[in-house]
């Protein structure tokens, strides 16, 4: 990011991929992508499993149904919801009102502390379930892994949303005092190089 001013004077400007992907919440943004799918494909693809006297498969999670949904419900709609603001930041640089860009970022900050703290919930709820998980329910430690994966990755996930949340705040004090400046200096040349 160039720490330029936002506003009405970047609008307009020709999508420039390499500058996209290199600006740090595009990269945050994509790995937290990543590790939503990694939590939600660890989940479908081996979270579930059956004794061998038993024919219905039940959640590796302390067999609680609801540990497995929560993990695969936050995870696909994390995914969304890093494709949709992965868009919006493409998207950005077009916004030419200021209020608008405002508005944008604002939705950010409030989707990314939300996030976060789903995450932080779903951290703490697996990582409950798969320590309360009985020893005969697994016998031959099936899933092991795809659940201390899904486990680890929902404590990144709280790291990666919640840096998006501090930058989204950071891109939004530059909103700010853009909309300030302007305000009280309507005539003056803009602030950009």
């Known amino acids: 990011m160039d720490g330029g001013a936002f506003g009405a004077g970047k609008a307009g400007g ?4 390499q500058a996209f992907i290199r600006q ?3 990269l945050l943004r994509l790995v937290s992508w990543v590790f939503s799918i990694v939590v939600f494909g660890s989940i479908v693809n081996e979270g579930y499993v059956n004794r ?3 024919t219905q498969e039940h959640c590796i999670f302390n067999r609680n149904h609801n540990a497995c949904n929560y993990g695969i419900t936050v995870g696909v709609l994390a995914f969304l919801s890093c494709l949709l603001y992965l868009a919006l930041d493409a998207y950005f640089p077009q916004i030419s009102s200021v209020k608008d860009r405002k508005k944008a970022v604002l939705s950010d900050i409030g989707v990314s502390a939300f996030w976060a703290f789903l995450w932080f919930v779903g951290f703490c709820f697996l990582t409950n379930q798969w320590q309360a998980s009985k020893e005969e329910d697994n016998p031959m430690n099936e899933g092991g892994d795809a659940a201390r994966a899904a486990i680890t990755f929902s404590f990144f996930s709280i790291f990666t949303w919640g840096l998006l949340t501090f930058l989204a705040f ?3 004090r530059d909103i700010t005092f ?4 302007s305000t009280l200096f309507p005539n003056s040349p803009s602030l950009l190089p």
């Open 178 to 181: 853009q909309e300030e400046y």
């Open 52 to 54: 061998l006297d038993e």
């Open 170 to 172: 950071r891109r939004l």
């Open 14 to 17: 020709a999508f420039d991929p």
């Open 24 to 26: 740090p919440h595009t």
